[in-house]
């Protein structure tokens, strides 16, 4: 029934497919291909990652453990009452006639209890309703892992780009450098310039190394997920910075009423149900019999005993158990509907998100980082004959990075709303071939 673990694992993150050409592979096709120890694994790709997490991690197999827990209680649940022998001495170690054993009674008896209202079927079906509970945690737990480890893994593709932006940023303040270095011996400027440059470009190898560290704590994050200490691979695969378009608002609504989010309420009303229904049945009062043989040692005489009691009052005492049981009952809809409230304002907040930040995406990439680029090369070249101040082309440069930044900001922002969306849904979020999936990026300014 629950089919969203799978089609999560190939839809989460959907731009690393797109930006690689290749078809999305699910964990369950990836399964077999497990890492041999000691060898490092040149690129990861998430389905990768996601199958290795969905092999080790120990919240999928938390929720598997509580099954045989349920299923003993069920098995627990569907015993009936038990028999009780009974023995019972009388008229004995007194004292006249009854000193010894001489008058003793000796009574031998077999009681139980008959019960009423169908208990045993109410036990039962509230048994098999916790059990079948867990099938959504299990989902839930499974989506939520899965969100995880996309997000970890952005957090990696992420400090690669960061990284490319960062060695763009050096390799045009080394520029700036070697250009300010010719024009101090050439005396068309002084010596403030050139220590500019290399200020700056100290700054810029500084946001390298830390795009470095941050790589590696990421990578470091990412390979917890599946209790390993020491990364065993170079870098992943993806680029951020693909953002496919998504289906309606409405469309994507519409598809909430199949997450396991409600079918957890779905199933916790059906667990009310069965706890109202076997309070129900405390209304009507189980019989209490007994049967035996009573014996006298006096007369060597034997007879059949027998008896038989109802509680009195059953009605009245099960009243107030009952009427919990019903408004706990009725508690169902409205958390039901506050559940589905909150899950469409989060899909609309991740909804608006990702397009705002898609839009500004695609902006950058067609509007400004190509204009920006020329301008950069032009100021370069401007410079170089005397045209402008060397801060003007400084200014040019910085406002290129700052673009490219800005660009890899709202690509994140994208991202981590399409992966809170596909949490959600745990559905296919493309739309039809007819719509571009893809953000076309100047090729110019992408490393």
């Not at 059906?270 to 006096?298: C, E, K, Y």
């Amino acid at each position: 029934m629950w089919t969203h673990a799978v089609a999560f694992a190939a839809l989460v993150f959907v731009p690393c497919a797109f930006a690689q050409g290749t078809t999305p592979v699910t964990p369950v096709e990836r399964s077999a291909e497990r890492p041999v120890p000691g060898t490092l694994t040149p690129v990861l790709t998430l389905d990768d990652a996601i199958a290795r997490v969905a092999r080790q991690h120990p919240d999928l197999r938390l929720v598997d453990a509580q099954r045989p827990v349920l299923e003993a209680r069920r098995d627990a649940a569907s015993l009936t009452p038990p028999l009780m022998l009974g023995v019972d001495l009388e008229n004995a170690l007194g004292t006249g006639a009854a000193r010894g054993f001489n008058a003793a009674e000796l009574t031998v008896t077999l009681a139980g209890v008959l019960e009423r209202g169908g208990k045993l079927d109410a036990r039962r079906t509230l048994a098999q309703a916790n059990l079948d509970a867990l099938a959504p945690q299990r989902e839930i737990a499974r989506l939520d892992l899965m969100a995880e480890v996309a997000r970890r893994y952005l957090a990696v593709t992420q400090s690669a780009q960061q990284l490319e932006i960062a060695r763009t940023d050096i390799e045009q303040r080394r520029r700036a450098v070697a250009a300010a270095g010719l024009r101090l011996k050439a005396g068309a400027s002084p010596a403030s310039v050139l220590l500019t440059a290399q200020a700056q470009l100290a700054q810029a190898e500084l946001d390298r190394d830390r795009a470095l560290q941050m790589q590696q704590s990421a990578q470091i994050a990412l390979a917890a997920l599946w209790q390993q200490r020491s990364p065993d691979f170079q870098r992943v695969s993806g680029d951020p910075l693909q953002l496919p378009a998504l289906q309606d608002l409405s469309v994507l609504a519409d598809l909430l009423q199949g997450t396991p989010e409600l079918a957890v309420l779905a199933g916790e009303g059906r667990i009310r149900d069965a706890q109202l229904q076997l309070v129900r049945t405390q209304a009507r009062p189980d019989f209490n019999w007994q049967v035996g043989i009573r014996n006298s040692r006096d007369s060597r005489d034997t007879a059949l005993v027998a008896g038989f009691s109802v509680p009195l009052g059953s009605v009245r005492r099960a009243a107030p158990e009952i009427r919990a049981a019903e408004a706990e009952r009725a508690l169902t809809g409205i958390e039901r509907q506050a559940r589905e409230l909150q899950l469409y304002a989060t899909l609309a907040e991740a909804h608006g998100r990702y397009q705002t930040a898609r839009l500004e995406v695609t902006r950058l990439s067609r509007d400004v980082l190509p204009q920006l680029q020329r301008a950069e090369k032009a100021a370069e070249t401007a410079w170089r004959a005397g045209a402008i101040s060397y801060m003007e082309w400084a200014q040019l440069q910085a406002l290129r990075i700052e673009a490219r930044q800005r660009q890899l900001d709202a690509a994140i922002a994208a991202q981590t709303g399409l992966i809170e969306i596909q949490r959600l849904t745990g559905q296919t979020l493309l739309v039809s071939d007819a719509t571009p999936t893809t953000v076309a990026v100047s090729t110019e300014d992408r490393p």
